[in-house]
């Protein structure tokens, strides 16, 4: 009887905006706006790197393969929100809904593990200078972020196993603006206390693994930034991190606060604010951190421009 009642539904209500009446048309050209500011940051990033040979060395390759992945992550959530922010009923069919939920989670984990790798870059940058390019070379940078990877869409495929095995028999109403995995895992009419235990260690092994090894790198780096004779080398030094720093901070705070809790303390309307912060604020957040805390980057950019304009001119 389970088995015919979950075949039964073939789509999902997304029900996460739609108690805002006509506030949802504003939501729409809001969204839309940072939406295209996100692309074409993250397309600038990509460029410039791309274009400019200073700017080949790891740290910039790191960032390029980031914002790579920001650009598709933003791709899975936000163009199907906007178009179900303009939809008189917002669904999703059953299938659409585990594919998103698929690859948001899969690129979701690859940057947890992307912003750990740029951090083992800085460490060793910094606390083993001398040897960076022998460490951190060309092969280095694949493996890991091939790993990194692996690892993303490992998880993503054990994770959508356990949410797309329960029995959907009770409701096909999902209390958010996307396929999240608490909001599909609550409609399950049977007990799923085993697979969220499953599910939170695995948002352990995601968030709080790579943030300690994060912590331990700038232990170090703070230690050996501090050796540094001259001032102005501290400050160059301590430059060069605060811009990952700030993307650590507002990555894994946000995913922190929605994933290393039970599902029983989900509360829509903050999980919500919370999830459009990580969903359509931060993969604006990091190209731009990156451009305007970024001498490098800023004075790669300049020379493009000009570069451009002037064979416009010519």
């Keep these: 009887m389970k088995r015919q009642n979950q075949s039964m539904i073939t789509e999902f209500i997304l029900t996460g905006f739609s108690n805002l009446g006509d506030l949802q048309l504003l939501l729409f050209f809001i969204f839309l706006l940072v939406y295209l500011t996100t692309l074409m940051a993250n397309a600038t990033i990509m460029t410039v790197i791309r274009l400019d ?29 906007l178009t179900n922010l303009l939809s008189a009923i917002p669904t999703i069919s059953f299938s659409g809904c585990a594919v ?43 493996q890991l972020i091939l790993a990194s990877s692996f690892c993303g869409f490992l998880i993503s495929v054990i994770v959508n196993i356990l949410v797309f095995s329960v029995p959907f028999c009770a409701s096909n109403r999902i209390n958010h603006f996307f396929c999240d995995i608490s909001p599909v895992i609550k409609l399950g009419c049977t007990d799923t206390n085993l697979k969220e235990m499953v599910i939170f260690f695995l948002s352990i092994l995601v968030l709080l693994v790579p943030l300690v090894l994060i912590f331990i790198s700038y232990v170090f780096i703070v230690s050996t930034i501090l050796k540094i004779s001259s001032v102005e080398g501290q400050r160059k030094a301590f430059a060069t991190c605060a811009s990952h720093l700030t993307v650590v901070i507002v990555h894994y705070g946000c995913a922190s606060f929605i994933y290393l809790r039970p599902t029983s303390l989900y509360s829509s309307d903050k999980d919500r604010l919370v999830a459009v912060t990580y969903t359509v604020i931060t993969p604006l957040l990091n190209p731009l951190v990156y451009t305007l805390r970024n001498k490098e980057v800023k004075m790669a950019l300049r020379k493009v421009l000009s570069r451009y304009s002037y064979s416009k001119t010519v």
């Design 53 to 81: 040979r200073a700017l080949h060395t790891p740290m910039y390759f790191f960032l390029f393969v980031l914002s790579c992945s920001e650009t598709c992550y933003t791709l899975v959530i936000v163009p199907k929100m």
């Design 100 to 142: 998103q939920l698929y690859f948001f989670v899969g690129l979701a984990c690859t940057n947890c593990f992307l912003i750990a790798v740029m951090g083992y870059d800085r460490y060793v940058a910094i606390c083993n200078p001398l040897n960076y390019t022998l460490i951190v070379s060309r092969a280095t940078c694949m």
